[in-house]
């Protein structure tokens, strides 16, 4: 699959260099270039500078033959919006987005966003890790 | 009218001050110094220092309630939050959204913002009035059904000069609804209006017949 990530901060790094490893092609898009430098130097995928929102940017970024489209940025309403124009402008099957707000997430999830909260996973699993560590 | 503003920065700002003589107006803005200001410019009441896309604030700020909000800010990716928020969350029943990258005026109307406003757009639908070239220029999207008001100058070559308007062949969609000519001059047009070189053609049309009408009103035999 070709995937287009939105965000290389440590999130979007991470997702790229996965899907990298599972021999899908990756474009990560960040504003900022010092964010690549989260990217480990023997990464193959390409590093596309520019804003995410932006049709022309996904246009030039390959947006038109994406298969899979990740919004991985901190803001939530940037990810909300690139995902909006990823699923209505060109038509990506498969568009997924990170909302940290959980009840912005679940706005968009109703909108038929599909969408991750990292803060309510990262409560249970914290909330998990406490309650089963071993008491002396 | 209740009318909740995000974003109190220059349009936000005059917008709610030029709104708060005839209605009840609430600017939510994020940054506190800039709410102190407006407190102070047009009432205590008027501001609330918060970020407009956090259910918790809008909660605060009496959304439920509010007949239109107005996403004024100059990030598109928070008006469209804030006004996709207000009508999911809150049924506000009228939203409308500033739009800075032009780009993103057709997805917020397909996403259901009920109005957008692109300065950008208006100021290149300007422009474009004054260059002699063969175009429609858009003057207002419609809310609903794809509807487009748009203005068109008939070049003096064009094959329609010289002919009324039962003869032409429009697309489907697409009804002139003025006539302006060479004076100045604004005419309802019937089925016997004979089309001028440089009459000012004012038509509804159905976006998607946009090139056809254009082509159909400027063309050369």
Known sequence: ?136 | MFVVVAGAGKVGFHLARALVPDHEVLVIEIDPSRADYVGEELGEEVVMQGDACDAATMERAGMERADMVVAATGDDEDNLTFCQIAKAKFNVPRAVARINNPQNEGLFKQLGIDATVSATSLIMAHIEQELPWRGLIPLLMLRSHGLEIVEVRIPSDAAVVGRNLRSLLLPHGSLIVLVIDQGGTPHLPSAETVVQAEDILIALTNIDSEEALRAALTSPP
């Open chain 1, 1 to 136: 699959m070709f995937v287009i990530i939105m965000g290389c901060g440590r999130l979007g790094a991470q997702l790229a260099v996965m899907l990298e490893d599972q021999g899908h092609e990756v474009t990560i898009l960040d504003l900022d270039k010092y964010a690549f430098d989260h990217l480990p130097p023997g990464f193959k995928g390409r590093k596309f500078l520019g804003d995410g929102t932006d049709q022309d940017t996904l246009r030039r970024a390959g947006a038109e033959r994406a298969d899979a489209f990740i919004s991985a940025t901190r803001g939530d309403n940037r990810n909300a919006l690139a995902a909006q124009v990823a699923k209505h402008v060109f038509h990506i099957k498969r568009v997924g987005s990170v909302i940290f707000d959980p009840i912005r997430e679940e706005v968009y999830r109703e909108l038929g966003l599909s969408t991750i909260n990292p803060t309510r996973i990262e409560a249970s699993l914290l909330m998990e890790a406490v309650m089963k560590a071993p008491v002396d």
